[in-house]
T-cell receptor, first 116, second 112 residues
Framework: GDSVTQMEGPVTLSEEAFLTINCTYTATGYPSLFWYVQYPGEGLQLLLKATKADDKGSNKGFEATYRKETTSFHLEKGSVQVSDSAVYFCALSEHAGGTSYGKLTFGQGTILTVHP | DAGVTQSPTHLIKTRGQQVTLRCSPKSGHDTVSWYQQALGQGPQFIFQYYEEEERQRGNFPDRFSGHQFPNYSSELNVNALLLGDSALYLC???????????FGPGTRLTVL
């Protein structure tokens, strides 16, 4: 079945440091890929997405590129802020015949803490 | 415009009891999905409702059941609660199946 594997956490960085959170996936078809963020006490929010190979999703300074050859979707940000402290989840959604099933398969999450 | 709302916020039950969690989707959304998020884990898909019918189901036992009402709101029912059912239960809604899912804040269920 489908699965998503994220790098082991937690990740602790100083403000303005470069961030990478690794994500690899296993899927039988051609999934859409997502990064969700969960701030303390809040629900999951979609951060960015990519729907086909070589697509780059970007939002709020975060980027991730859909790499079919390495089945990866690593999250990067050039300069993190204290306000980026949250839990980040990589996820996928399978497709069939051009239609998404809608079911999301999540990784285990990576806790990011950014210090001033 | 209210986003996805869930009730209650927190719930404490004992083993063997039954529980009902409620979700109101974002305005205009007709598809509702439920996820279970154990502590320190990513959410796991329970099932999805569209047009008042269960359309997809994850690997959860029949103790987990749901319902969608004509106004698109939804309920998640869990029977014969086990300690392992303690988790954050998330509801997500979308405009249609496969569209971006918007998540509610969740219901924290504790089973003692």
């Amino acid at each position: 079945g489908d699965s998503v594997t994220q790098m082991e956490g937690p990740v602790t960085l100083s403000e303005e440091a470069f961030l990478t959170i690794n994500c690899t996936y296993t899927a039988t078809g051609y999934p859409s890929l997502f990064w969700y963020v969960q701030y303390p006490g809040e629900g999951l929010q979609l951060l960015l997405k990519a729907t086909k190979a070589d697509d780059k999703g970007s939002n709020k300074g975060f980027e991730a590129t859909y790499r079919k050859e390495t089945t990866s979707f690593h999250l990067e940000k050039g300069s993190v802020q204290v306000s980026d402290s949250a839990v980040y989840f990589c996820a996928l959604s399978e497709h069939a015949g051009g239609t998404s099933y809608g079911k999301l398969t999540f990784g285990q999450g990576t806790i990011l803490t950014v210090h001033p | 415009d209210a986003g996805v709302t869930q009730s209650p916020t927190h719930l404490i039950k004992t083993r063997g009891q039954q529980v009902t969690l409620r979700c109101s989707p974002k305005s205009g959304h007709d598809t509702v999905s439920w996820y279970q998020q154990a502590l320190g884990q990513g959410p796991q898909f329970i099932f999805q409702y569209y047009e008042e019918e269960e359309r997809q189901r994850g690997n959860f036992p029949d103790r987990f059941s749901g319902h969608q009402f004509p106004n698109y709101s939804s309920e998640l029912n869990v029977n014969a609660l086990l300690l392992g059912d303690s988790a954050l239960y998330l509801c997500a809604s979308s405009l249609f199946v496969g569209d971006e899912q918007f998540f509610g804040p969740g219901t924290r269920l504790t089973v003692l």
